[in-house]
């Protein structure tokens, strides 16, 4: 991971809170309400991230890029340094390609931009690439043209938006919580087998992707409107919409807990 962490937990009393909940066998939402508490103030960065602004900027850019006769010519206008016929998985590469380049100042790497970084990368090899006719293999840059053109409807747009929140929602929650599942991995402790913490891992994803719902339509109308409103999406406008949604988020998940609770 970066330079910058998200946060020293281990040392908060929040923190404390959170390996008391796994020891005592709390469920994936009380564990993801006491973490995404007390990383709250790590999460909030995000919009002052640039690792997480340009993921995000990135994810707007490509189903825009798609609309354009030139569709190479555009990729390469958002910085992606791209072949004539690249492939998805080339774009895959370039667009982290170009994540690196803007944090080329490693005091601007940080935990969080990393996450977001690759949550942006699996968003697009597996989100997008399970969409493309063919999939990922026999695929001509034509197809995967096709494939992010579909996702410049408001709806498509959405699910796109949808799937990288969820998984870097995810990641973040993951990050915290590996740091004290191991000490509770064993014979008589919460997971008696590696299987069973993978297992818990699954539901936190799938936690995840069900919170990500609330930023849903919101990313899909956003981009429609302000790329609409504005001839294009800058940075500082994507990190204006990273501040609203990862607050929407952020309340999510505590709401999730609490009427799990119920």
């Known amino acids: 991971m970066g330079h910058t962490r998200l946060g020293d937990l ?6 404390a809170q959170v390996v008391a909940l796994i020891g005592g066998g709390a469920g994936v939402a009380q ?4 973490t995404i508490t007390a990383a709250e103030h790590g999460m909030n960065f995000a919009a002052k991230d640039s690792g997480v602004v340009e993921a995000i900027w990135l994810l707007m850019q490509l189903p825009l890029a798609a609309k354009s006769r030139d569709f190479v010519g555009a990729l390469r206008g958002t910085g992606l340094a791209v072949s004539d016929s690249p492939t998805l ?3 895959v590469g370039a667009a982290s390609d170009a994540i690196d380049a803007r944090l080329s ?6 935990d969080l931009g990393e996450i977001a970084q690759m949550a942006a990368s699996e968003t697009l090899s597996r989100y997008v690439g399970s969409r493309i006719e063919g999939g990922l293999f026999g695929q001509s840059t034509a197809d995967v043209q ?7 409807t408001v709806k498509q747009c959405a699910l796109l938006g949808k799937h990288f929140f969820a998984r870097m929602t995810s990641r973040c929650l993951s990050y915290y919580l590996s740091r004290a ?3 509770h991995t064993g014979e008589r402790q919460r997971f008696a087998t590696l299987a069973q913490q993978a297992e818990f891992g699954r539901a936190l994803e799938t936690h995840c992707h069900q919170a990500a719902v609330i930023v849903e339509r919101f990313f899909g109308e956003w981009v429609s409107k302000t790329n609409w ?3 294009g999406i800058s940075r500082h406008d994507a990190a204006r919409f990273a501040h609203v949604a990862m607050g929407k988020l952020v309340a999510e998940l505590k709401a999730g807990a609490r009427s799990d609770a119920q």
């Open 105 to 110: 100042n490693n005091k601007r790497r940080t």
């Open 229 to 231: 409103e504005r001839s």
């Open 146 to 152: 096709r494939t992010f053109a579909s996702l410049a």
């Open 181 to 183: 599942m191991a000490y």
């Open 31 to 34: 564990l993801a309400n006491a």
């Open 10 to 15: 281990p040392r908060t009393r929040k923190w």
């Open 89 to 91: 998985m080339e774009i």
